[in-house]
């Protein structure tokens, strides 16, 4: 069993900063891979970045290249999103997930466990 508590979002006004952090609880925390998805009203829950916990290897969707970092502490079994240079498009709910290894990173299909969400709201 795995449970997933999401926290940090805000209101920013674009340009600014926010870091969202993701509590992972549960024996078999360490062994599996992290993502973060965002989703805005009408509108499908999107891929933003991944993890893999094994190989500390990462992903990120072409929107957030450059700007947002994610990013693990295993003896916390936490996770984190680093936002920066945080535009209007970007405010959305977004999500901490996880999965099982050696499956497509960006599949949201694959995700098995999800956090409530915390909400991200970026102003101009």
């Known amino acids: 069993q795995v449970q997933l508590v999401d926290s940090g979002g805000g209101l920013v006004q674009a340009g600014g900063s926010l870091r969202l952090s993701c509590a992972c609880s549960?024996?078999?925390?360490?062994?599996?891979?992290m993502g973060w998805f965002r989703q805005v009203p009408g509108k499908e829950r999107e891929f933003v970045a991944a993890?893999?916990?094994?190989?500390?290897?990462?992903y990120y969707s072409d929107s957030v290249k450059g700007r947002f970092t994610i990013s693990r502490d295993n003896a916390k079994n936490t996770v984190y999103l680093q936002m920066n240079s945080l535009k209007p498009e970007d405010t959305a709910v977004y999500y901490c997930?996880?999965?099982?290894?050696?499956?497509?990173?960006?599949?949201?299909?694959?995700?098995?466990?999800w956090g409530q969400g915390t909400q991200v709201t970026v102003s101009s």
């Open positions: 997930a996880t999965k099982r290894p050696f499956s497509g990173a960006s599949d949201i299909k694959e995700y098995d466990y």
């Open positions: 549960g024996r078999t925390c360490s062994s599996r891979a």
């Open positions: 993890l893999n916990w094994r190989g500390a290897t990462t």
